[in-house]
């Protein structure tokens, strides 16, 4: 597409409105071409369709947390047992107490309270089709990890070009090495000791301010208003 053509599609868009449409088990929102599905039992996104086509995002957000921690295992009888590392899931179960929509200008919001370490969701659907959610939750441990996920297939997955910390990954004692940047980093899953494919495409990376993944349905923008 020229830069005239995107232009005059996002001038369209933006002369749109956002349509939720309440239904007996779900939230319907559609923001032009873009169809959004929300379960109200749950308060996870179902389904995403961009022009009547499927997008294989959804199932999401659900909240995850992990800790490391040792534990100790029996070696039998007259044996030390050992001391090794494991990991602790931190989780929990969060069941929805609320969900509300409502308009806010031309954007829909939903809002959804959990009952649980998830406190609380709220995702804004512009005419434009851009989509903004936060989350709250209260966590009472000290985490390695702590975060929201949703599912997308890994077999769809093309590369990922993003601006952060690259272009390898990271973890708790191994944070050095990496700079701020514009990297990109083809699909691949390499095992470490068995592949010597680098850099690795899955995993944990540090600080960054957008995503781009580019898969066979599409690409999908994320950006982070965190850092």
Known sequence: ??????????????????LVTDEKTRLKVTAGDLSLLFGKSDGLLSSVSLRAKPISFSNGPRFFASATQTVKQEQGKGKKPNSVLAMLDLSGSNTVSRLTHRMDGANAVIEVTYEGTLQSTRWT??????????????????????????????????????????????????????????????????????????PEFKG??????????????GTVTFMNEAE
């Open 1 to 18: 597409q020229t830069l005239a053509a995107q232009r005059d599609r996002m001038m369209k868009l933006s002369e749109s409105q956002v």
């Open 125 to 198: 659907i512009q005419p434009t089709g851009g989509i903004k959610m936060k989350y709250t939750y209260k966590l009472e441990h000290t985490c390695d990890l702590a975060g929201v996920q949703f599912d997308y297939p890994e077999i769809q997955m093309k590369l990922v070009r993003w601006l952060g910390k690259g272009p390898y990954r990271v973890w708790k004692n191994r944070l050095k090495g990496t700079r701020w940047d514009v990297w990109q980093n083809a699909y691949n899953d390499a095992l470490p000791g068995e592949d010597w494919e680098y």
């Open 204 to 217: 944990y990376f540090g600080d960054w301010l957008w995503a781009t993944f580019e898969t066979t349905e």
